[in-house]
């Protein structure tokens, strides 16, 4: 052949070299991601989700809400080892809220108030208890100051109207295990979609017996009504780690909430917590025991 004749190789176009370039570059960002998965965490992993559901209150907007829970995970992500961001999803149906805890993709985090409905996600979905209100919960059974029921039993005798909370209310779940403790369930049970609801209810004479949470007996006893009696105490609002929340990562989250009754008491104040205390398993198990759910 003749030297002559051989034609030098054309230099690939603008467009050519420009694909093969970003060949390159694809090939050299797929081995870094294939030798990240078997070295140090990936950054997404460091997002961490916290549930919330304030059970059956009158709030229900979610920018309040948030803003509210924002100073807790400002915090424990301060406080953790791994620093993880914390991001806040505020859930106001709890039927709703049971469903996310419940699903494939569970958050790292769930606080509530809606106890029972807590207790069945220690139960059934494996969740790890971690902190909880000190104070233990009670219900109150209400009257207005010139009832003539005095007992819980004259209120079955008398099959008075009893109005509650939603049914999936913790103040409900507690109330009708102790009027079954009591024998007392010849009554008339109704529902009011939120606590606030059921004080005025049994003010405006629709219901002889009103189910409430500590703090509106409260206002109700100052206000002048008074109070019939009171459930047995349970478990508080609490706060559960997921299922898959290494053990040691549970027990420093555990030991940043009790801290924070010395260290950051403002944080759980803001959310009417007054005081931590160490979550356990058998604590929602014996609440379960209690409501027979």
Known sequence: MNPRSIRPLASPSLPARRRLLAGIAAAVAGFGAAAEGTGARKPADRNWRLLINEAFTGESNLFVLTARYRPLADHLSSQLRAKPTIGIEPVVNV????????????????????VNQLAKLVRDSGYQ?????????????????????RTLADASRLKAKIIMPDEMAATTAVARAELRRQNAQQVQVVHTRYQEAVAQQVANGFAE???????????????????????????????????????????????????MNTQAASVGGSLGVKQWASAERQDYLALLDYTKE
């Open 95 to 114: 039927q709703r809220f049971m469903e996310l805890a419940q699903s494939e993709s569970k958050p790292e985090l769930v606080f509530g108030k809606s």
């Open 209 to 259: 017996v009103g189910v409430v949470n500590p703090t509106i007996a409260r206002k109700w006893t100052e206000d002048g009504g008074r109070v019939l009696g009171e459930t047995q105490p349970v478990v508080n609002w609490s706060v559960l780690a997921a299922p898959s929340l290494p053990e040691a990562e549970v027990a420093q989250l555990r030991a940043i909430f009790l801290a």
């Open 129 to 149: 208890p971690v902190a909880r209100r000190a104070d233990p919960y009670k219900a109150a059974f209400i009257v207005a100051k010139a009832s003539p029921i």
